[in-house]
T-cell receptor, first 116, second 112 residues
């Protein structure tokens, strides 16, 4: 059973370009979460999705950032018109059940975005 | 709002025991988790406490006191490979949302 798969592992973009980050959850997992981690900092929640639905996007910047989890295919985190401050590691996590059913979240290896 | 506080750094020698504390303020609390992250790596799950008390998994143990909004991770028989960052996280569930809120992280350095 493959773990959470993220690609690309490393992504370099020039200011103003678009970045698309992909995440395939573990098999059987329908809950996907995106987190951002700046150097030497903790993980900041961005968005929680289930298939075809955004459940909680309270951590997403209001502009330039969007996320989706289509019926078929991976979850996508999209950053338009990137700026240097977007440089960070972006982690995706998936879980099988909700919090009240006591289960852990599994993380992918992350995508390290560098904006030059 | 939610917040979790951890010491920023802890150092210890091989074979020693170290305790990493975590205090939290949050609503919709459903348990305290601990994750380990090596430099450049992914966070990996270590333990989860939903109820008060101590959970033991090999060399690692985790404790929770819900009345004190406090928990800790205890690492015994430290090894060099335990050098990493350790994050406590609260699973926040409010009926419509479900997410992990992470602490600031504690960087553990193990010396020979």
């Amino acid at each position: 059973n493959a773990g959470v798969m993220q690609n690309p592992r490393h992504l370099v973009r020039r200011r103003g370009q678009e970045a698309r980050l992909r995440c395939s959850p573990m098999k059987g997992h329908s809950h996907v979460y995106w987190y951002r981690q700046l150097p030497e900092e903790g993980l900041k929640f961005m968005v929680y999705l289930q298939k075809e639905n955004i459940i909680d996007e309270s951590g997403m910047p209001k502009e330039r950032f969007s996320a989706e989890f289509p019926k078929e295919g991976p979850s996508i985190l999209r950053i338009q018109q990137v700026v240097r401050g977007d440089s960070a590691a972006y982690f995706c996590a998936s879980s099988k059940k909700r919090a009240d059913q006591n289960t852990e979240a599994f993380f992918g290896q992350g995508t390290r975005l560098t904006v030059v | 709002g939610q917040s979790l506080e951890q010491p920023s750094e802890v150092t210890a020698v091989e074979g020693a025991i170290v305790q990493i504390n975590c205090t939290y303020q949050t609503s919709g609390f459903y348990g305290l988790s601990w994750y380990q992250q090596h430099d450049g790596g992914a966070p990996t799950f270590l333990s989860y406490n939903a109820l008060d008390g101590l959970e033991e998994t090999g060399r690692f143990s985790s404790f929770l006191s819900r009345s004190d909004s406090y928990g800790y991770l205890l690492l015994q028989e430290l090894q060099m490979k335990d050098s990493a960052s350790y994050f406590c996280a609260v699973r926040e569930y409010r009926g419509y949302t479900d997410k992990l809120i992470f602490g600031t992280g504690t960087r553990l350095q193990v010396f020979p």
